[in-house]
């Protein structure tokens, strides 16, 4: 047994240095754009999971403007800031994130609808 023990290596991890590199490898962080059923054909859109950076009033204010509805950021213990929308705003939304947040396509989760492929935009930070 000993003989075995000399020729096999001790652990050794060749994805190493591609993890060391990448320091999010494997985490990455999406916006899910989703509708909640209310009663009847009434609905919400929610947006949650936007980086902390983005001042969450602000866009709330253009969406509001933007697609003619009313919404809120509701505090969730769990999920954080919470965006949410009146009405089936998943299209318009995602593509909002798309064209003016600068968030890429892929990591635009909007479940039930298709979206567009649109990257530029200007970002929205807290001053």
Known sequence: MSEFDNQIPSAFDPFADANAEDSGAGTKEYVHVRIQQRNGRKSLTTVQGLKKEFSY???LKDLKKEFCCNGTVVQDPELGQVIQLQGDQRKNVST???Q???IHN???NCFNSSMPSLAYGVLYLVQ
């Open 57 to 59: 009033n602000k866009i």
């Open 100 to 102: 003016v947040l600068a």
């Open 96 to 98: 909002f994130l798309v």
């Open 106 to 108: 892929s990591h635009v």
